[in-house]
């Protein structure tokens, strides 16, 4: 298998033992979803499709608020008919995997302002927008567009109280906004990080890519032992097309700098 082959190699360059294929155990969707029903959850927010009818029945039952990803405006309208009650609009510069389910992932990559007007054009939920979004103005543009609120991940990827490992913070000060892409090479799954050696020895070759969660899975030690040894090029450093604009602030201050920009772009 050509993957194991890279692998090895790789594995031997970190010290580490051969690679061998994982067992991946079953979906824990169910348990996953009982323990989230059984806490009393407020909120639960899914990626990857839409959970079963009666999951879905069974979260309404108990008064626990769905929020769907959806990439187009086909998979907003899946989300609106299943009974959610808000969509993530994710656009195409958005980090970490793509929640893409009712087509190819390459098809999918709207840019995030274009994509909340569709959606806003099209279904009448609220629109949470996420993609890029680094300061107050881009809030204001999405909020301009349609949305009802924001999320930010690659934004806070540097604040101290992230857990982000010593290499990934210094990946994420190096970066600039050209240095991502998409890549299947970590998980299997079309996913949005800086460019690194792992990424470029694997490519998007179909023979070095495993279905997830296999590819997951076997590439796990590696990441593992990369983040050990302070080495970010076999590491998975998921950020956003706007990583280059990355602010190192407390949460706090962050928040607090992102709603006086708000208001400025507002005025």
């Known amino acids: 298998m050509a993957i194991l082959g890279l692998l090895t190699d790789i594995h031997r360059e970190?010290?580490?033992?051969p690679p061998s294929?994982?067992?991946?155990?079953p979906d824990p969707f169910r348990e996953q979803l009982a323990t989230v029903i059984?806490?009393?959850?407020?909120i639960f927010s899914f990626t990857f499709g839409i959970p079963a009818p009666e999951a879905m029945a069974e979260l309404r039952a108990r008064r626990i608020v769905t929020i769907?990803?959806?990439?187009t405006v086909g998979e907003a309208e899946q989300l609106e008919a299943a009974g959610v009650d808000a969509i993530a609009a994710q656009g195409a510069e958005a980090g970490a995997h793509r929640g893409t389910f009712a087509g190819p992932a390459e098809e999918a990559l709207i840019?995030?302002?274009?994509?909340?007007r569709g959606i806003a054009a099209r279904v009448r939920v609220p629109i949470i927008a996420s993609g890029g979004i680094m300061n107050g103005g881009?809030?204001?543009?999405?909020l301009r567009a349609g949305a009802e609120a924001v999320q930010?991940?690659?934004?806070?990827?540097?604040?101290?109280?992230?857990g982000t490992s010593r290499p990934y913070r210094e990946a994420l000060r190096?970066?600039?906004g050209d240095d991502t892409a998409i890549t299947r090479a970590f998980s299997g799954r079309a996913a949005r990080g800086i460019r690194n050696a792992f990424m470029e020895r694997v490519g998007e070759r179909r023979e070095l890519i495993l279905p997830f969660p296999i590819q997951n899975s076997l590439t796990r030690p590696m990441r593992a032992a990369s983040a050990r040894q302070g080495n970010a090029q076999y590491l998975s450093l998921w950020a956003g097309t706007g990583v280059d604009r990355i602010r190192e602030l407390p949460a706090a201050e962050l928040v607090r700098v992102l709603m006086e920009e708000l208001r400025a772009a507002n005025d």
């Open 14 to 17: 970190l010290g580490m033992d």
């Open 21 to 25: 294929l994982p067992q991946v155990p």
């Open 38 to 42: 059984e806490a009393g959850v407020p």
């Open 68 to 71: 769907g990803t959806a990439t």
């Open 111 to 116: 840019p995030m302002l274009e994509l909340v």
């Open 138 to 142: 881009e809030i204001a543009e999405a």
């Open 152 to 162: 930010l991940g690659t934004a806070f990827m540097n604040c101290p109280e992230a």
């Open 174 to 176: 190096a970066a600039r």
